[in-house]
């Protein structure tokens, strides 16, 4: 689907790390049906000096409909940056876009 092709790229250039429809990074997503999109989290220290890196945000999942695309959010601190994505996805791609928080809770990335 070169949609989709375009749809990865588009993401990627928003900042998004693009997963499968479970939130596995470097798992392809699934053609002609999911996006998922993760987004890096920032690195933790403990007693200042250890750090390490938190799993990344499992922010939304994007299904691709034949007539239009639904945006399953993950968390609803993330509810703002949805609507301004599904608003940029009907701009950029001409599909009536919908999204709907799934879990109020953030989720992250199955490794």
């Given at each position: 689907?070169?949609?989709q092709e375009?749809?990865e790229?588009?993401?990627k250039?928003k900042?998004f790390v693009v997963?499968?429809?479970?939130?596995?990074?470097?798992s392809?997503p699934?053609k002609?049906?999911?996006v998922?999109l993760?987004?890096?989290?920032?690195m933790?220290?403990?007693?200042?000096?250890i750090?390490?890196?938190?799993?990344?945000?499992?922010?939304?999942?994007?299904?691709?409909e034949?007539?239009?695309?639904?945006?399953?959010?993950?968390?609803?601190?993330?509810?703002?940056?949805?609507?301004?994505?599904?608003?940029?996805?009907m701009r950029?791609f001409?599909?009536?876009?919908?999204?709907?928080?799934?879990?109020e809770?953030?989720?992250?990335?199955i490794s």
């Amino acid at each position: 689907m070169k949609n989709q092709e375009k749809l990865e790229n588009f993401l990627k250039r928003k900042g998004f790390v693009v997963a499968n429809y479970l939130g596995i990074a470097g798992s392809p997503p699934e053609k002609n049906s999911a996006v998922g999109l993760l987004r890096e989290t920032e690195m933790k220290k403990y007693l200042g000096f250890i750090k390490w890196k938190r799993r990344r945000e499992f922010v939304a999942t994007i299904w691709l409909e034949d007539d239009y695309w639904a945006v399953d959010v993950n968390g609803k601190g993330n509810l703002e940056m949805a609507r301004g994505l599904a608003e940029d996805l009907m701009r950029e791609f001409g599909f009536q876009t919908y999204f709907r928080l799934v879990t109020e809770l953030p989720a992250f990335e199955i490794s």
